[in-house]
């Protein structure tokens, strides 16, 4: 008997084995990560989404602290093929429901081919399938969580590295993965974390020598206060940015985002860089792209599944974006000099 449904769009009820009770609604999505569960389950860029893992063991390697991304859980389900004890207990004591025993290969080639969609989730002895179908009834699209950088940013501003020998770095938490701040850090650079809707002069008030837009769930059209930040300072101070990052600065700059059908998640996407002509494996997270980068912005990276933007740059106003992440974590370590490049154009 199951213990657990999961409803998708179109009211299609699928059975499950209950692994950490409760009811949740969110975004479904899947990642093809086949290690690092600990650090997408505590990816602040999930945040409203559901997450199915389409790798079929999650907790192999047991839960560790260390590993985490984030001081919580931020997609409101987890659905694996098979879940260790360790996982769902840890999932149970965050709260967040989580489901195993059904087939997750039906469920990836449903958001293939339909796309990322609204689902409803329901776990535990007592829940029924109209549960779940509640949920998914009351499940909004992921453009419509206007204020989601609310529910992942920094509330006051946090310092980490004070006094570094490096360069000054601004980084404004849109939803912002620890290994971002930390990839800073080990490169000796003093991160000023500000808020999401963290304004020009709280910035100002820093003197950076970056502004740094970080990663971030939902749409990047709800991340207004971060591209008035970088429409305030751009040509004056350098700029990075990674996925929703990415996102904000095009859009700020006169480009335009667009919603993909299903995204980028996992940790061996194929990424090529136009001027060197060399191939690296890139982890991923993101549902949105970059559809128009605006005249300010040069294509310099692109996926190589689907060409779509990967890195954009500016060379005179010392711009760089990654659509990617180039932290890895989890992941193949490839893109990790883009933390020299960023601080080293910091430095200039
Ligand atoms: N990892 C991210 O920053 C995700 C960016 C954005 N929320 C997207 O889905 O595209």
Redesign the pocket.
Known sequence: MADAYVAIEGDRVIEARARAPGTARGELVFTTAYTGYEESLT?P?YEEQVLTFSYPLIGNYGVREERFESDRVHPRAAVAREMTDDVAEWLESEGVPAVDHLDTRDIVTEIRDEGAMKCGIAAGPDVTEQDALDELHECKH?SDHTDIGAQVSVDEVEVHNEGGDGETVALVD??AKGSIVSSLVERDAEVHVFPYNASEDDVAAVDPDLLFI???????ENFEQAGELVETYVGDVPLAG????Q?VVANALGGETEK?EF?HRGVNQPVRDLRSNQVVMTT??????VADPGDKLDVTQINVNDDTPEGLENDDLNIITRQY?PEANPGPHDSLGFFDDVLGMAGE
């Open positions: 990816d860029s992921m849109c939803g970080s990663n971030g769930p939902g749409d990047p990674i996925c929703l990052g996102q993909m995204g991923q997270n993101h549902g949105y792209t992440h």
